[in-house]
């Protein structure tokens, strides 16, 4: 994957609200030190993205509703 684009992650995430914070969520959590799923040469917003694309990272929802 040359480029990753938010078309690529929606096919993954439902909405865009939900791949944000599922994007800063991962994100965090590679700044913190968890090892990335993919290899990336790139920041780690870009990394979560392309996890995202390639459908390594998903939400889980909770039934609280």
Avoid at 22 to 29: G, Y
Avoid at 41 to 48: G, I, T
Wanted: net charge positive; with cysteine.
């Amino acid at each position: 994957m040359a480029r990753v684009t938010v078309e690529d992650c929606l096919e993954k995430v439902p909405s865009r609200f939900e791949l944000v914070t599922l994007a800063a969520r991962r994100a965090k959590q590679l700044l913190k030190g968890s090892r990335p799923l993919i290899d990336s040469s790139n920041k780690e917003v870009v990394s979560a993205l392309r996890e995202i694309a390639a459908g390594k990272v998903t939400a889980v929802r909770s039934d609280e509703d």
